[in-house]
């Protein structure tokens, strides 16, 4: 037996031990103002403390994402940080242009009814705290529109969200408020060019204004997920850390998140691609990336080299 088949196996042994310790709950709703039916599964992990917050899983697009959740790799993480994971499925409105979802556009409903659903899943597993925890944000192609725009709609519930792919973007120049929120943004290096433009554009007037925003380009990737996921594993870790207040017994309302900075952080410059003090941020005539701390840092160049030694082949 090979290590691929034994890791295989270890990894399904994981996910089965993981979830005979965990309760699953569904959801869903017919049809909204910019979606025809959207449906919804929570996944919690074993605990005896309130949840710190919940794992939001968004898929491409019209996919159903909804058995994401048994993945391993999430429900690890959701274990180890004390998160629930909500995953997602979201069938789009019909519409002239199907390929730019209206889903999308969370302000539109779409993030309304994720909201209530939590709200009704929250009641349903007993565990009404969720209803007013903090959201993690990840998402493919049409996922990752999703959580962008539901960061500008709800920055004050957002901890963290991921633009992975995608290609139509309904918001430009987000809020001061969103720009607060820790965003990572991956493009695969060999997907669309308008895909990959867009997203650039949007961190690029972001990042001017100061958004505490990552851009990370996939190396090789088309239109996949690929070792994004593993990236934003990594992301996710390194911001939670900082973003959530010390655990709380009951969560009456949403927590007042930690603010973070340029400053007090670390920058990525993706030119000379090395890693410096985030103070000289406003130095640069170029976009730069903001890092949350060392370790993710290190995993940021490491992922940008990648990219940059398959352009050289």
């Not at 709703?29 to 992990?45: D, E, H, Q, V």
């Not at 920055?155 to 963290?160: F, Q, S, Y």
């Not at 996921?229 to 017994?249: C, D, G, I, M």
């Not at 000289?280 to 990219?307: C, H, Q, R, V």
Request: neutral net charge; contains cysteine.
């Amino acid at each position: 037996m090979n290590i691929k088949t034994i890791n295989h196996f270890l990894a399904l042994f994981l996910s089965i031990s993981l979830s005979s310790q965990a309760q699953v709950f569904n959801d869903s709703i017919s049809a909204g103002n910019n979606f025809n039916k959207a449906a919804f599964r929570l996944w919690l992990p074993k605990t005896n403390q309130p949840f710190q917050g919940v794992l939001v899983l968004m898929p491409g697009s019209n996919w159903d994402g909804r058995d994401e959740c048994s993945e391993s790799d999430w429900q690890t993480f959701a274990k180890n940080k004390n998160f629930a994971i909500l995953a997602c499925f979201f069938l789009d409105a019909q519409n002239e242009t199907p390929a730019a979802e209206y889903y999308s556009k969370a302000a539109n409903g779409s993030g309304q009814a994720l909201l209530d659903a939590l709200d009704r899943l929250a009641v349903q597993s007993a565990h009404l705290e969720l209803k007013n925890a903090p959201l993690l944000l990840w998402g493919m192609s049409a996922g990752g529109q999703f959580n962008y725009e539901f960061a500008c709609w709800k920055p004050e519930r957002t901890l963290a969200f991921v633009v992975n792919k995608g290609g139509i973007y309904y918001t430009a120049l987000a809020s001061e408020k969103t720009r607060k929120v820790p965003g990572l943004f991956i493009v695969g290096e060999r997907d669309l060019v308008f895909r990959n433009k867009i997203i650039e554009g949007i961190f690029a007037i972001n990042r001017r204004f100061g958004a505490i925003w990552t851009f990370a380009t996939q190396p090789g990737a088309e239109h996949i997920v690929g070792e994004s996921k593993e990236l934003a594993l990594k992301y996710f870790n390194s911001v939670v850390e900082l973003r959530l207040p010390k655990p709380e017994t009951e969560l009456k309302e949403p927590p007042h998140l930690n603010d973070l900075t340029n400053e007090k952080s670390l920058l990525g410059d993706p030119l000379l691609m090395k890693i410096e003090e985030g103070m000289i941020w406003k130095d640069k005539n170029y976009p730069t990336s903001w890092l949350p701390d060392e370790k993710f840092a290190n995993e940021w160049l490491n992922f940008m080299n990648g990219a940059n030694a398959e352009k050289k082949r």
